[in-house]
């Protein structure tokens, strides 16, 4: 039986930065006030099945053998993203080739059907790591999720144990029970991140009903205009029971949360996984997160009392550090050689 009460640890080299005080304000500083990294990446479009497409965005190294890690956004993110750069631009300086992947709809260009992308949506993550190990088969494959991008990553993980194709991931800030995090966006200052992703994600389906329209897509038009007015959605809970559970096969919201929850899949990992999560986070209750007899034997979490939502940041005003930037990259090399020295038997 695995050591459950060694599963969940907190990594002591964390230390908040003292002038981010609470969650918020550790939650919002990075997209506001953070210079972005400046990294030259290479865009690839992976044409999916379904006639719609993924754009990928390549940085680091060529060489055919060097570490890969896949990158993912979260919620009305974009590889843009500034931890995504910060991610990218770290793993490069160490010699790693890393691609960050655009969902339906978030490389700056409409994706080409109705539906997009949502917090389940795994086929679409299947789809992208068969197509990397197709493309350098002989390095060693890794992922990194952040939020929704962490959910989809662990739901894939435990729906595919080890034909997952991946060496060992890293999922960071997951709304594991996706029913549980809608209730608590929708209370107090977090309203505020709710009432944006609500316009970003509006807008959205707005844009594409136009493009549509001026495309003459008449039948794609018409799977958009079957959802009704799209005025007065506030909540989580509007937004998925009218949109996301309709466009994407889904009874209801009920039915969308339940079935694409990543805490339901966790037994059923079987790589070198680690989930590092904050305790104030303000997108997520304290009891939405998993206890340590729910982890498979792979899978370490660190519990950190502060953070907020892919926040994580230390050091001081004038030279603020990252720690996700720090930690991932140092965790996935140690993955790495734990599993060259498997592979060798020694």
């Known amino acids: 039986m695995p050591a459950f009460h060694q599963q969940v640890t907190a990594h002591s080299s964390f230390q908040p930065a003292w002038w981010l005080p609470g969650p918020h304000l550790q939650t919002l500083w990075s997209p506001f006030f953070r210079v972005p990294a400046q990294l030259e990446r290479q865009r690839e479009r992976l044409w999916l099945e379904d006639g719609d497409f993924l754009d990928l965005d390549w940085h680091g190294p060529h060489e055919a053998d060097r570490p890969l890690v896949l990158v993912l956004h979260g919620l009305t993110g974009s590889s843009a993203s500034h931890y995504v750069l910060g991610l990218q631009q770290e793993l490069a300086a160490r010699r790693w080739a890393s691609v960050a992947l655009n969902w339906r709809g978030c490389s700056g260009e409409p994706n080409r059907l109705p539906r997009g992308y949502h917090s389940g949506v795994s086929e679409d993550l299947a789809a992208t790591i068969a197509h990397l190990r197709a493309c350098r088969p002989l390095a060693p494959l890794y992922a990194v999720g952040y939020s929704l991008g962490g959910n989809v990553l662990l739901k894939h993980l435990g729906e ?9 991931a890293v999922a960071v800030s997951v709304p594991y029970r996706l029913d549980q995090c809608a209730d608590r966006i929708a209370l107090g200052f977090s309203r505020v991140y709710q009432a944006h992703f609500m316009r970003e994600m509006v807008a959205y389906v707005k844009t594409k009903r136009q493009l549509f329209t001026h495309q003459g897509q008449s039948e794609h038009l018409s799977a958009l205009d079957r959802l009704g007015t799209l005025d007065g959605m506030r909540t989580f809970w509007d ?21 694409a929850s990543s805490r339901y899949y966790l037994g059923g990992i079987r790589i070198p996984t680690l989930l590092i999560q904050s305790a104030d986070d303000p997108f997520v209750f304290r009891h939405s997160l998993p206890e340590a007899q729910e982890l498979s034997a792979t899978t370490r979490m660190e519990l950190h009392a502060r953070g907020g939502h892919v926040g994580f940041v230390e050091g001081s005003p004038r030279k603020p550090a990252f720690y996700l930037e720090r930690r991932i990259p140092d965790w996935l090399d140690s993955c790495r050689q734990a599993g060259t020295m498997a592979s060798s038997g020694t």
């Open 160 to 168: 595919t144990g080890l034909d997952c194709g991946l060496q060992g």
């Open 239 to 259: 937004f998925d029971g009218r949109v996301t559970a309709p466009l994407h096969g889904f009874d209801d919201a009920h039915d969308y949360y339940r079935r």
